[in-house]
């Protein structure tokens, strides 16, 4: 009688962290609306670099579908959309600024809207939000700013 109730018992626990896992969450936490992200590193030619000395680009989920940020000398905006790990951004647009900033950082500008344009994951590590192509590519690595 004892062996059939400890039986018993351990079926019940073994069903119960069975079920559990079934109902645990599938998707990765995503990036929380409002939060804004500073860019620490990005691809060039398959590797990985800081951004130019003195330079701020940022990135901001907002709640209603929206993504904005600054870049060297512009502003910029695109629509988003997350299913799982997939990340897809559209109609990615900015301003059109005449800068008078080095050409090294306009350079810049043009390699981080191109690889945000080829974004189509991301990865969410604490303080870090990475972006990247498909799971073969890391393109750009952002830290989360205090607000």
């Known amino acids: 009688m004892m062996f059939t109730r400890l039986v018993g018992l351990m079926l019940c626990i073994f069903l119960i962290v069975i079920f559990a896992g079934c109902l645990a ?4 936490t995503r990036a929380p609306p409002g939060q804004s992200w500073r860019l620490t590193s990005y691809n060039v030619g398959n590797k990985m670099v800081k ?13 209603d579908g929206l993504i904005s940020g600054s870049t060297v000398c512009n502003e910029y905006h695109a629509t988003y959309q997350f299913e799982g790990e997939i990340l897809s951004l559209s109609n990615i647009g900015s301003t059109d600024r005449n800068c008078t900033t080095p050409i090294k950082m306009t350079e810049m500008e043009k390699v981080y809207f191109q690889l945000l344009n ?11 939000l990475t972006l990247s192509y498909f799971d073969e590519k890391k393109l750009l690595v952002f830290e989360r700013q205090p607000f």
């Not at 080829?118 to 870090?128: A, E, G, M």
């Open 25 to 28: 969450p599938l998707s990765p």
């Open 51 to 63: 951004p130019e000395p003195n330079t701020t680009i940022t990135l901001a989920f907002g709640p």
């Open 118 to 128: 080829n974004t189509t994951r991301f990865s969410l590590d604490q303080n870090t």
